[in-house]
C-alpha cells in the first residue's frame, strides 16, 4: 500500500542524513518540497532524480487533496523541507492531519532537526524543555512572553538574523536581563556558532557583530 514518508533533511551539513532517508528519496515516485531550488542541492548531492513538486505554506491548504488522492491511487510520496523534519516549524502537518483523517499511512524517518543540537550544546537544562518555535511577529507577542515569563523549563526559540536583535530585547525585557540564555547560528555548517551569557549579554554580543545564518534561541526557565 502506497504511502507518505516524512523525511528529515540536514540542517547544513549535507552529509548529515541517514542512509535510509537517501534510499526512500530514491525510490518513491514523488517528492514534495519546500523549495524546489532547496531540495535540488541535497538531491543532486546523492544523485536522486525522483520528481519533485512544491509543497509549502502558501498552496498546502489547496493541495493536500490532491496529494491524498492521489497516494491512494497507489503514489508514494514523501515530504521534505528546506532543513530538519517537515512539521518543525515548517508545512507538513495540514498534509499528515488529511493523510491520517483518510487512514493513509504515514511513516517518519528520524534525522535532523535544529533545536536538539542547540539545546544540548546550551549547557543549559535539557531534562525538560518546550519548543515554542517563532513567536507571533506582532499580534500576541507581548501576550506569548508575559506567559512564559513564568515557565519553568528551558524555553526554545527560532529566529531570522535580521529579527534577532530586537527578539532578544524582547525576551530580556519579558523575562529579565540576567536570565542565561545560548544562540546557536549556522548550526553543522563551517562558521557555527554558540553564544552563551546572559539575555544581556548575548544581545550586546550581536549588537557588535551582526548576525547571519539560522537562528536557535535557547533561553533557561525561571528559578522556582
Not at 36 to 46: D, F, G, M, V, W
Request: proline letters at 6%; one cysteine or more.
Amino acid at each position: 500500500m502506497s504511502k507518505l514518508y516524512l523525511v528529515p533533511t540536514p540542517i547544513g551539513n549535507l552529509r548529515d542524513i541517514t542512509y535510509r532517508a537517501v534510499e526512500i528519496l530514491g525510490s518513491v515516485d514523488l517528492i514534495l518540497a519546500e523549495d524546489t531550488r532547496q531540495a535540488s542541492k541535497l538531491l543532486n548531492h546523492y544523485r536522486i532524480t525522483t520528481p519533485v513538486r512544491s509543497h509549502h505554506k502558501f498552496n498546502e491548504h489547496q493541495s493536500v487533496d490532491a496529494i491524498c488522492s492521489r497516494i491512494l491511487s497507489g503514489t508514494d510520496v514523501a515530504l521534505i523541507s528546506d532543513a530538519g523534519t517537515p512539521g518543525i516549524s515548517d508545512p507538513g502537518f495540514l498534509l499528515v492531519r488529511a493523510c491520517v483523517t483518510r487512514n493513509i499511512e504515514v511513516e517518519t524517518l528520524p534525522g535532523p532537526s535544529a533545536f536538539l543540537p542547540a539545546l544540548v550544546n546550551s549547557g543549559l537544562p535539557c531534562d525538560k524543555f518546550c519548543f515554542e518555535g517563532f513567536l507571533p511577529p506582532k499580534k500576541g507577542r507581548t501576550k506569548r512572553l508575559a506567559f512564559l515569563a513564568s515557565e519553568e523549563r528551558t524555553m526554545i526559540f527560532y529566529e531570522s538574523p535580521y529579527k534577532l536583535l530586537r527578539t532578544l530585547d524582547d525576551l530580556s525585557s519579558a523575562f529579565g536581563p540576567d536570565r542565561k540564555a545560548c544562540v546557536s547560528r549556522e548550526l553543522t555548517k563551517i562558521y557555527e556558532e554558540n553564544i552563551r551569557g546572559t539575555l544581556d549579554e548575548v544581545s550586546r554580543h550581536y549588537k557588535a557583530h551582526a548576525p547571519k545564518g539560522e537562528i536557535v534561541i535557547i533561553v533557561a526557565g525561571k528559578e522556582n
